[in-house]
């Protein structure tokens, strides 16, 4: 690997990101850049297949790197968190701000990388199913769809009979930043999920990684 990529891969773990207060976060780490990210979800307590929960309807993204991620973005110098999340979302998904605002109660976690002097903030917002789907349809008439994002993506939150495909399966992909971490602490902390569902779904998605490394 060149050590571009090396240095990449080696600042982005999720064990590099921990955990710190949201207040004062600005002024205690101004030399750090701020970014803040926002989980859009809703309930859905439809089943298909005559089996599968769908449990919930979950926002993320594909963005231009390549990675999933939640809407967001960096915020400006002097610009506060809450203004800035509010200005990158509308730019990403075209929510109206003055339709579905942000405030401090909306405030999940905050997390510091002090290798990539990067600090992450995390909020969620809860919908009804069908505000969801149609800020999801919105989504492709963004300033920043083709650009920044390239397609929004629901997240399974079921794991299939075989134990392997929906939430493991998914786990697999590469997330920006903390943002797996993100998803499941929010699927956790909302009821979306059990601990219990979590653990399993992260347990057999290591175990197909290291099928899949030692296949190749
Ligand atoms: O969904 C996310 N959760 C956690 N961290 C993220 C997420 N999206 C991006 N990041 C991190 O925040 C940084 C800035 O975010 P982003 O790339 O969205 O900003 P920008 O759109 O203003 O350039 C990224 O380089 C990445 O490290």
Redesign the pocket.
Known sequence: MTSVVMNHFAT?FESD?EPIDFKNSLEDFKEF?H?A???IFARDTERFWNALEKKAQIL?HI???G?????????DKGESVLVGLQR?IQ??IGLDPTCFPFANSDHVSS?I?YK?K?A?H?FAKEVALEEFKMLESNMMTSK?FGV?VLGPTRVPLYTMEDGYRGLPVFLNNM?????R??LLNCALKFNLLTKQEIDEALEASNRINNVVNKSS
């Open positions: 982005n990101y850049q970014a990210h926002a989980m993320m963005r231009f790197d990675y999933l991620g939640f809407p967001g973005g960096l915020i990158e730019e990403e997390h990388n990539t990067l992450l995390f920043e920044e997330f920006i930043g903390n943002s971490h993100q």
